[in-house]
């Protein structure tokens, strides 16, 4: 007698979760298709989980972010490079620090680093389609606090260059952290 409500309750569940999405699958299914990516995963279900479910999704190393990352410097021996040198500087030191702090200590973390500048907190099977830009932001007023921002789609990220000590770095970025776990320029 129970079963019928369980039953009832299944189909109420999968009428509203699933039939929405059922246009959306199809046609990622055709797509799959195109090349024949769907006949593969039907016929290695089990080897290719890992790509197309989170089971293959590691999580970030400071060592692996700081890897990623490719400053887009001003010319050689200009004032400007100067400041875009120092302050990426503090930057990884600053990403460094969040791999060996205690969890508790500063409230954020590598990951929390990484959604910010690329959407998501673990580390795709194959790994991002390209490195992380790293644009400096001159010109802002004096007194300025703007904080970085990024572009999730073109995995770019604008880091403001009047925070020229550790501790300004490490706080805006905590604080940026903290208030923008959404996107900033998408
Ligand atoms: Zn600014």
Redesign the pocket.
Known sequence: MIILPILACRSLLLKSFLEPKIAMIEQMAQGLSLFGVLDMMRKHSSLLASVFTFEGWHDITSEELIHLMVPQYSDEGTKMKNLEINVFKHLMDFITSLQYAEPKEHGVSVKDVMKFITGTNKVPPLGFPKHINVSF?HG??EN???RPTSSTCELTMYL?V?YQSYGAVADIFMSALRDCQGFGKI
């Open positions: 932001l802002c007023k300025c606090r703007c403001p009047h």
